[in-house]
């Protein structure tokens, strides 16, 4: 039986690109968190963090997580950046998912959203000083760490082959 496939690590790793990417050659749905969380709140992400604020944002991120590994069948889910920031968040991912992050060099993520419009994306010191207070969270949750700085269907490649090699290790151990 398969497992949920996280996808985790700081904006601009590549998670949405590299999760699309993944689900194609495993065969699975995609879904990305933030995109679920946009639908829940009926606005997208920076107005909620100016209307709503982060606190609501991350509460509201927990829920929604909490509801898409419960579904049925099991698929590729990208994460936010932020959300295993919540030790309840990160200890129901550890508990029901392989995890994988995705950990791109700084400069590398930087330079993917630089200019955008995200919130926490502002500013090159506190991206820098959030991205290194956020990867102990990562490295605890993460069953696989895989080097993000590649092009994504690079990195694809290399978390497709670990998921479909742990999806065959199982079904094996499975009696029948």
Known sequence: MSRWLVITGYMGA???SVGRRVATRLGRVFV???????A???MPIPEIFSRRGEVWFRRTEETVIREIL????HGVLALGGGALESDRTRGLVSRTADVVWL????DVAWARVEGSDRPLAADRGR???RARAR???YRAA???EVDADAPADVVAGRVAAWAGGREAAAAAETPR
């Open 103 to 106: 950990k791109a060099s700084i």
């Open 135 to 137: 990867e102990a969270g």
């Open 142 to 144: 993460a069953a696989l």
């Open 32 to 38: 990305d968190a933030d995109r679920e969380i946009e």
């Open 40 to 42: 829940h709140a009926g």
């Open 127 to 129: 991206f820098e000083r």
């Open 70 to 73: 419960a579904r049925e069948p």
């Open 14 to 16: 590549g998670k949405t």
